[in-house]
Each structure stands twice: as C-alpha cells, then as structure tokens.
C-alpha cells in the first residue's frame, strides 16, 4: 500500500511526502511469528521478569511482588526484584521504581525488608515516640523525657508524652 500526503500549512509548497506500509509477514495482535533476529524480542518491562523461554506476550511476564520492586527491563530472575528496605514497604504488584516503597508512618518502624503493608510496620512502645516517618529500627523510638510518659503506643510527637501530675514524678 503507498499512501501520497502533502504536508499541511506554510510547507505545502514542498513536493509530496510518500508513506509505505507494509504488511509485516506473521504479525498477530500478542506476537510475531517468522522472527529472523534477536531484536525482534521485546524486553519485559520494569518491575517485571519471565523466568522460561520462548515467551509470546507481555502476559508471559511476571509481575514483582509486593514490598519489592525493579527498575531495570529484560529480567528472567525473580531474585532480579529488590526487597524495600527496612522502613518502607510497598503494596504494588510489579513496582517498577524504588520510590513506590513508602515510608512507614511516624510513631512505627519495620526492622525487616520486604514488608508488603504499612500494617506490618509496628508501633513504637508506651513509653516512646518516633518523630519521622520510615524508621528502621525500634531504636529510632526515642523514650519520652523525664517527668514525661507515655501510656499509648505508636506515638509520634514529644507532646503525646504526658506530664506526671503535680506531686508526682517519673
């Protein structure tokens, strides 16, 4: 099939521009048979991998699972995608990007990598308080000062650490 088109507005003046579609022999609408080169493969996308060969579709290709992503395409491992680390986790299939791992919220930590729910971030003991979020490690839950406490976990300010009443002290 040859198509003839003028380039529309000021270039008009120019000769016309000739397009060629060709039918590509073997081309479906999931995969090309009768493939002669190497190029004709197409890499899986990012956050995802194809551990077999002779894949035919981009459904062949695996997602990531949650709390892990992958930036790079034309993975075949599933070792290939990259836990969150401690502190974030994420809820995406087939994350293609480190930044979709979220911080666990303020007052929690997680000390384990992976972690595929912000429910699995645990909060910091009474007692204590964790100002930023994405905390790594119990550690970073900092005991509320003396003459403070604090008698609910997962708090995340100095001011959820409660005076001790006239009197009394701690």
């Given at each position: 099939i040859l198509l003839r088109r003028s380039l529309?507005?000021?270039?008009?003046?120019?000769?016309?521009?000739?397009?060629?579609?060709?039918?590509?022999?073997?081309?479906?609408?999931?995969?090309?048979?009768?493939?002669?080169?190497?190029?004709?493969?197409?890499?899986?996308?990012?956050?995802?991998?194809?551990?077999?060969?002779?894949?035919?579709?981009?459904?062949?290709?695996?997602?990531?699972?949650?709390?892990?992503?992958?930036?790079?395409?034309?993975?075949?491992?599933?070792?290939?995608?990259?836990?969150?680390?401690?502190?974030?986790?994420?809820?995406?299939?087939?994350s293609s990007n480190e930044s979709n791992c979220l911080d666990c919220r303020a007052g929690t930590y997680s000390e384990r990598r992976g972690v595929s729910s912000g429910a699995s971030c645990i909060a910091c003991p009474t007692g204590t308080y964790a100002l930023a979020a994405g905390n790594a490690n119990s550690t970073d839950c900092i005991s509320c000062p003396a003459g403070r406490y604090a008698p609910t976990t997962g708090n995340n300010a100095t001011a959820d650490c409660i005076d001790c009443e006239a009197g009394k002290y701690v």
């Open positions: 529309p507005g000021w270039l008009s003046h120019l000769p016309p521009v000739f397009f060629e579609l060709r039918q590509v022999s073997g081309w479906n609408d999931t995969h090309l048979t009768g493939s002669t080169s190497v190029d004709d493969c197409i890499s899986c996308a990012a956050g995802k991998f194809a551990p077999t060969t002779a894949n035919n579709a981009s459904s062949d290709c695996i997602d990531c699972a949650k709390g892990k992503y992958l930036e790079t395409q034309g993975n075949s491992d599933e070792a290939a995608c990259l836990d969150c680390v401690e502190g974030k986790y994420s809820q995406m299939l087939g």
